[in-house]
């Protein structure tokens, strides 16, 4: 365990943290409007991947240049999935809030093998491939765009929420509901955005990941987890949190291969998530 | 309160399994009412936990598996001689998922609603993945069931027929029924409710909330444990895949919550309708690696919940209401 | 001199930046009602989050029967008697009246034959007895608040803490409520009670604890309080001090 490694294992789970980051914000959007977890959220990340995919196999498109396609798609699914599932269940007890969810996760995961098999696909030959080196690290350039990109998307969610009137509108609706319906919100439309806002950041964490990582019907199952433990460790509701805590969620993965057991990382990542909310029930960074 | 004429219901329906195997002589039959029969007291065990007391564990395989394990280890200890019988594995399986389950539950019960749910979630996984890196008990590869003939009682293993195996697994869920009731009828099932239905308003009535969980998970996680003794025996193999997953927990749930989460009979109709079910689709549409039978249970899972969350035992009762 | 039940000493919560009990002091005797006004935020009920275990005191004492008691779980504290009502009532909704009460009278016996003869009785004793098999969350506002009391007796408490008691109750069954809390009252409970109502208030305390931004600026028998300048310059406004 040379410090080159350890260094560069900090770089990659810096990187890839970026990319948690991104997926969780649009959980804890969703968490925050109307106390549901979306239980489906990495089938909602497989389908973007999928759709990265299927441009790319089909039409020849990058995944780069797909990607506002894809983001459209994912909002459509997402303000979909509101409008046909969740505006139902909205006041149900928690347990069928967490079945809703949970079934269309088993749906999709389960529909798109049927489409697909179970065969790990993979983008060829994308925009953007290879490695840099910068100061002696070894850096993936499409890791490094992911990065970015997600960074920027965060960015664009953050300024989307804290400066826009929908987006100061998104956040009273998620701070009061009845208080924002009295002054004219319509909530259900608020409702129908954060759903297909939270998509629409899955559309391009998907979009991005599909540059690098393989494309199968289960891989949402181990991001989705990933998305949970970073909410949770962020704060359920707090946006600006994830950041961190997707963060902390890359580098714990990657320090807890390389100085544990590579097969136990996820196994780390979850102690440390159980051990953090033992501490802090609200997360690092929650207020409740 | 049972009437009469319900009481008359079930002791008919008891004679009726009693005598099923006795009628339906070939394996396939009976195979499948073993399979009700154990998701059913796997319902019910979890039901204790979820339905009564509130508790959502969408991580209850690891009590599953960990009577699984413990009682194959115990039976593939050849120098104990009669000491290794699957019936001690099953209490120890037992006696090892309550501890663990207290130790998970001390932290993990101070979270409540979703993040709880999530934690079991996270908490099934680690298992899992801790048991697929542990060799001792076969890692990723799994453990087989040593295979002692004759068949007999004290083996827990029988070849010949299933009979045995049916009478023994319809036990198990006469057992579980049995510990249910009497728990619903007394003062610990009426914390368990108080619990389910608002924590702090019990808290301020004297009930001692964080016990009670812990006991609640102590119930749960013992009798969840026999069942997977039991499936060690039924199968004969076991790995991490069939007896940890976090698609057994969801199973288990999906049980209780078609029939009717927190009533007695729920898990029994909620087996009784989608062991068959997993069957027909297993059949006609699963197998090919498809997983068009998953895709049925996607929808399935959806539609219970947006149509009637209190499962089928609602649907009853609503209708026995209006009637 | 007679020890008092319940002595609260120079007790303060803070909230972050907010306080919201500043030094309360004051005692309740065995048997005596206390009434706690306020205009709302003045902490009345973070004041009775204190006393039941849900919020731990940052500083100061709470001593019942001369035994500290900050910071002990709700349901410790419940069991060493003390009961409580809620501002927003909690009943168990999926449970039926009678079993309701139940809860509460399993705090002094593992029988359910007795919790039911005691919840029976609790039940009377407010009058809710016709409704024991409704489920709780049909009840109409006024039933809920009896059936709060009622699951609050069966623990046989000492001291019981109601927290408002007419509120959202029409007018016609006040008087009703209120006998009952006097009834209670002459059962030999201590009772502090929340309220809003002024002239419940004032005709059923022996002692009236005013409280106003986190602080006691006024303690004394009803006519004393209401008469304070700083109460009336509270509650109404500085144009009204006399």
């Known amino acids: 365990m040379t410090a080159e490694v350890l260094l560069q294992g900090i770089v990659s789970g810096l990187l890839m943290g970026l990319v948690y980051a991104l997926i969780a914000a649009g959980l804890s959007l969703i968490f925050g409007l109307m106390e549901i977890v979306n239980f489906a959220h990495g089938e909602f990340l497989m389908v973007a991947m999928f759709a990265s995919y299927w441009a790319w196999a089909l039409w020849r498109l990058d995944p780069l240049v797909s990607l506002p396609l894809t983001v459209c798609l994912l909002f459509i699914l997402g303000a979909a999935t509101y409008w046909g599932l969740i505006r139902w269940i909205l006041d149900a007890p928690m347990l069928a809030q967490i079945f809703a969810t949970f079934g269309l996760a088993v749906f999709l995961r389960s529909a798109a093998q049927a489409l697909w098999g179970v065969d790990f696909l993979v983008v060829k030959n994308p925009l953007v491939e290879g490695r840099i080196s910068l100061g002696g690290l ?6 490094l765009v992911a990065s970015a990109g997600a960074l920027l998307a ?12 929908t987006g100061l509108a998104l956040q009273a609706t998620a701070q009061d509901r009845q208080a924002a319906s009295l002054m004219g919100i319509d909530t259900q439309r608020m409702f129908a955005l954060g759903w297909g806002i939270g998509a629409a950041c899955l559309g391009v964490a998907g979009a991005l990941l599909s540059l690098f990582f393989y494309v199968f019907p289960e891989v949402g199952a181990t991001f989705s987890l990933l998305a949970y433990v970073a909410v949770a460790l962020g704060g359920f509701g707090n946006v600006p949190g994830t950041l961190a805590a997707g963060v902390v969620v890359g580098l714990v993965e ?3 291969g390389l100085l544990i057991a590579p097969a136990l990382k996820y196994a780390v990542v979850f102690a440390i998530y159980l051990a953090v909310v033992l501490w802090r029930p609200q997360g690092l960074f929650g207020r409740f | 309160m049972p009437t009469a004429l319900d009481r008359a219901a079930a002791l008919a329906l008891l004679a009726a399994l009693l005598a099923f195997p006795l009628v339906f002589t070939l394996p396939y039959p009976r195979d499948v009412m073993i399979r009700i029969f154990l998701y059913a007291m796997l319902a019910t065990a979890w039901n204790v936990l979820a339905g009564y007391c509130g508790q959502i564990s969408l991580g209850h395989a690891v009590f599953f598996g960990t009577g699984a394990y413990a009682s194959t280890v115990l039976a593939k200890q ?6 290794a019988s699957p019936w001690l594995g099953m209490l120890l399986g037992a006696a090892l998922a309550v501890l663990l389950s207290q130790v998970i539950g001390y932290p993990v019960f101070r979270l409540r609603g979703h993040y709880f749910a999530i934690a079991t979630i996270a908490v099934g996984e680690i298992v899992q993945t801790l048991v697929i890196n542990w060799d001792g008990v076969g890692g990723a590869r799994g453990l087989f069931v040593p295979i002692k003939r004759p068949d007999s009682l004290i083996n827990l293993q029988f070849h010949e027929s299933k009979q045995t195996y049916y009478y023994i697994a ?5 057992l579980a029924l049995a510990i249910n009731r009497w728990i619903v009828r007394s003062r610990t099932g009426y914390y368990f409710r108080a619990i389910r239905e608002d924590q702090d308003a019990a808290a301020a009535l004297g009930v001692p909330v964080a016990r009670y969980k812990q006991r609640a998970m102590a119930v749960s996680a013992g009798l969840t444990a026999a069942g997977g003794t039991f499936y060690a025996q039924y199968v004969f193999f076991i790995d991490p895949e069939s007896v940890l997953p976090l698609s057994l927990s969801i199973l288990i749930c999906l049980v209780a919550v078609l029939g009717g989460v927190g009533t007695l009979w729920g898990p029994l109709i909620g087996a009784a309708i989608l062991v068959p079910l997993g069957e027909v689709t297993r059949i006609h549409l699963g197998g090919t690696g498809k997983a068009l039978d998953l895709v049925v249970y996607g929808l399935l899972i959806m539609i219970i919940s947006v149509i009637q969350p209190g499962g089928i035992m609602a649907l009853f009762q609503r209708g026995l209401r209006r009637s | 001199m007679i020890a008092p039940l319940l002595d ?7 909230f972050g930046g907010l306080v919201a009990n500043r030094e309360i002091s004051f005692q309740v005797a065995p048997g005596e ?6 205009p709302n935020g003045a902490g009345k009920s973070t004041l009775f989050d204190l006393l039941t275990g849900f919020q731990a005191p940052d500083e100061g004492r709470i001593l019942l029967d001369g035994e500290s008691i900050a910071g002990l779980s709700p349901d410790r504290i419940s069991r060493r008697g003390i009961g409580r009502t809620f501002q927003k009532l909690r009943p168990f909704g999926h449970m039926t009246v009678l079993e309701n009460v139940m809860v509460g009278a399993f705090q002094k016996t593992t029988s359910p034959r007795e919790a039911r003869e005691q919840a029976q009785r609790a039940l009377e004793s407010v009058g809710l007895a016709d409704r024991a098999q409704a489920h709780a969350r049909v009840l109409s506002t006024g039933q809920r608040k009896r059936l709060e009391m009622a699951r609050a007796l069966a623990t046989r408490p000492r001291l019981l803490l109601l927290d408002e008691v007419t509120g959202g109750v029409d007018q016609r069954s006040i008087p009703a409520l209120v006998e009952l809390v006097q009834r209670l009252h002459a059962d030999g409970t201590a009772l502090v009670v929340i309220e809003h109502n002024m002239r419940v208030i004032m005709g059923i305390s022996q002692r009236v604890v005013a409280l106003h931004l986190g602080e006691v600026i006024a303690v004394g028998p009803p006519s004393a309080v209401t008469g304070d300048p700083r109460v009336i310059e509270a509650y109404l406004g500085r144009a009204y001090a006399p």
Do not use: C, N, Y
Not at chain 1, 138 to 143: R, T, V
Not at chain 2, 78 to 83: E, R, S
């Open chain 1, 138 to 143: 070894f850096l993936g350039l499409p890791q």
């Open chain 1, 154 to 165: 965060f960015g664009a969610l953050h300024w989307f929420i804290s400066r826009t009137e």
């Open chain 1, 254 to 256: 990657v320090l807890g």
């Open chain 2, 78 to 83: 050849d120098w104990l001689g009669v000491w």
């Open chain 2, 170 to 174: 319809l036990a198990l869920l006469l």
């Open chain 3, 8 to 14: 609260i000493q120079s007790v303060t919560k803070r």
């Open chain 3, 33 to 38: 009602l206390i009434g706690v006004i306020g």
